[in-house]
């Protein structure tokens, strides 16, 4: 079982910068493919970022594409989203999850989800 702990929410005026992590925790043979998503307040789910288990591929969003970098660091079981020139629409509750697939937008093929950390973007 794959246990998933984002941080590095919090409070960043409009144009500003923050780092999201998720650490990984628990037995994971074979390795995952890791994923951002998000859910504004009244908005459903929706997909931010994803990148392969050894880094080489990544998609995103095409919200997000160009200000958003994800990237994952295996010997320290962490997945991070370095978020730049946000936006107030980018406030959200932000998930990662895993899958062994590559289907971004296909929330059941994601196996382990986190509790999410909050961002919230000022004007």
């Known amino acids: 079982q794959v246990q998933l702990v984002e941080s590095g929410g919090g409070l960043v005026q409009a144009g500003g910068s923050l780092r999201l992590s998720c650490a990984a925790s628990?037995?994971?043979?074979?390795?995952?493919?890791m994923a951002w998503f998000r859910q504004a307040p009244g908005k459903e789910r929706e997909f931010v970022a994803l990148?392969?288990?050894?880094?080489?591929?990544?998609h995103y969003a095409t919200s997000v594409k160009g200000r958003f970098t994800i990237s994952r660091d295996n010997a320290k079981n962490t997945v991070y989203l370095q978020m730049i020139s946000l936006k107030p629409e980018d406030t959200a509750v932000y998930y990662c999850?895993?899958?062994?697939?590559?289907?971004?937008?296909?929330?059941?093929?994601?196996?382990?989800w986190g509790q999410g950390t909050r961002v919230t973007v000022s004007s």
């Open positions: 999850a895993a899958t062994r697939g590559w289907q971004p937008d296909r929330q059941t093929s994601y196996d382990y």
């Open positions: 628990g037995r994971t043979p074979g390795g995952y493919n």
């Open positions: 990148i392969s288990i050894n880094g080489d591929n990544t």
